[in-house]
């Protein structure tokens, strides 16, 4: 299943701003990006 960032920092309860920055550090796995969208998957 996939996941937008907003369903991700919804369900985390932290910003969206945060999502990205976790993930320009490289603490995300399983990030892959779509016309420049980040899209997120189990």
């Given at each position: 299943?996939?996941?937008s960032i907003k369903e991700i920092a919804d369900r985390m309860k932290v910003t969206t701003a945060t999502i990205r920055y976790w993930?320009?550090?490289?603490?995300?796995p399983n990030v892959k990006r779509v016309n420049g969208?980040?899209?997120f998957e189990d």
């Open positions: 299943m996939s996941y993930d320009s550090e490289g603490l995300l969208i980040r899209v």
